[in-house]
C-alpha cells in the first residue's frame, strides 16, 4: 500500500505553504503530492488568501522537489481546453523530469464556475466533453514525433496537430479518473485511465464501484489488473485520542464522524482502516491533510503507520 497526501488548498493555502508540505511529503518518504483544482473555498472558511492555480503550483514544485511525483485530484475538464492543458501538463512533466501525473474530471462545482466566469453545462455534456478531452490529450502526447493529429470532434475537433511538446514519460503520464458515476465514468476509465479513485467513499461503497470498474474493463477485454486502484480520505490522526480530537476541532470537524468516514484514530486504528481498503484491492491511499500548518500529523503517520502497511 503506497501512501500519498492530498491538499485542498482552495480553502486557504499560498505556494510557500504548499511547498513545505511538499517538502515535508518528500523528506518524510510518501509517495506523492497532489493538490485539488480548485478556485472557490467550500465551507464556512475565508478561503484567504484566494486560490492558487494547480498547475501553476506544480510547475513551482516540479523545480523545487526532487523525488515525490506531482497531481491532481482532480482537474476540471471546463476549466482548460485539451490542447493547452496537453502542453501545460507536457510541459510540468519536463519539468519534474517525469514525475507528473494527471488526474480528471467532469468539474461539478457550480459556483466557482460562476465566481470566475467559467461555462458550466448539464452533467451530459460535461461528460461527452471529458471524453473527448481524454481523446485528444492521450492522442497529442502518443502522437509519434515528426507526425500530426486530428481528432473529428463535437467540442474540440483538432486540425494537423505537430502534437508538441511531448511529455518524458513515455507513451504518457498516467491518467487518474474517480468518482462514484455508475455508468459513464466506469467506462471512461477503462478505456483511459492508470488509476481509478474513489474519494470519501466507504469500504463498501468502493468494493462496489471498483466492481463496476472492473465489469467495464471486461467489456472492452481491458485486464482490469493493469489499473491501479485508490482511495482518498480524510486525515486525522493522534497519538492518543485527545491529538485526534485537537486536530479534528482544528479542521472543524467530529472525531467520531471522522472515524466513521475517514482515515481517522491512532495510529493503529489508522493501520488498521488501511488494511480493510487493501482487502478490497485499494493499492493506493491519498490522504487528505486540510491543516497545512501541522507538519508534525504527516511526520506522524509517516513513522507510526507507514512502515506497517
Known amino acids: 500500500m503506497e501512501l500519498r497526501i492530498f491538499t485542498e488548498p482552495q480553502q486557504g493555502a499560498t505556494y ?5 508540505v511538499a517538502r515535508c511529503t518528500e523528506d518524510a518518504g510518501y509517495g506523492a503530492f497532489f493538490r485539488s483544482d480548485h478556485y472557490l473555498k467550500m465551507g464556512s472558511v475565508s478561503g484567504d488568501p484566494g486560490p492558487t492555480d494547480a498547475w501553476t503550483t506544480l510547475a513551482g ?7 515525490i511525483r506531482l497531481g491532481t485530484l482532480m482537474t476540471a475538464a471546463t476549466f482548460r481546453l485539451p490542447g493547452p492543458l ?9 519539468m519534474s523530469g517525469g514525475r507528473v501525473e494527471l488526474g480528471i474530471g467532469t ?5 466557482e464556475h460562476a465566481a470566475y466566469g467559467i461555462p458550466f453545462p448539464p452533467l451530459a455534456e460535461r461528460f461527452d466533453r471529458l471524453e473527448e478531452q481524454l481523446a485528444v490529450i492521450t492522442g497529442l502526447w502518443t502522437t509519434p514525433r515528426g507526425e500530426k493529429f486530428s481528432y473529428d470532434g463535437r467540442y474540440y475537433p483538432v486540425t494537423d496537430s505537430p502534437a508538441l511538446p511531448k511529455p518524458v514519460q513515455a507513451p504518457r503520464p498516467p491518467i487518474l479518473i474517480g468518482g462514484m458515476g455508475r455508468k459513464r465514468t466506469p467506462q471512461l476509465t477503462a478505456r483511459y485511465a492508470d488509476e481509478f479513485n474513489l474519494p470519501f467513499a466507504s469500504v463498501a461503497d468502493s468494493a462496489a ?3 463496476r470498474v472492473r465489469a467495464a474493463c471486461a ?33 472543524g470537524r467530529d472525531p467520531e464522524e471522522l472515524r ?8 493503529a486504528e489508522i493501520v488498521d482502516k488501511i488494511g480493510r481498503y487493501a482487502e478490497i484491492g485499494a493499492q493506493r491511499i491519498y490522504l487528505q491533510v ?14 507510526e503507520v507507514m512502515p506497517k502497511i
Open 219 to 251: 467489456e472492452i477485454g481491458r485486464d482490469p489488473a493493469k489499473l491501479c486502484w485508490s482511495n482518498a480520505l480524510v486525515l486525522c490522526c493522534g497519538r492518543d485520542d485527545a491529538e485526534v480530537a485537537r486536530r479534528a476541532e482544528a479542521i
Open 260 to 267: 466513521a468516514n475517514g482515515m481517522a484514530g491512532t495510529p
Open 290 to 303: 486540510l491543516d497545512l500548518a501541522d507538519l508534525d500529523h504527516i511526520e506522524l503517520v509517516a513513522a
Open 209 to 211: 464501484q471498483f466492481e
Open 107 to 111: 468539474g461539478w462545482y457550480a459556483e
Open 86 to 94: 496537453a502542453i501545460t501538463v507536457a510541459q510540468v512533466d519536463q
Open 16 to 20: 510557500d505553504q504548499l511547498l513545505a
Open 61 to 67: 514544485l516540479a523545480r523545487d522537489t526532487s523525488r
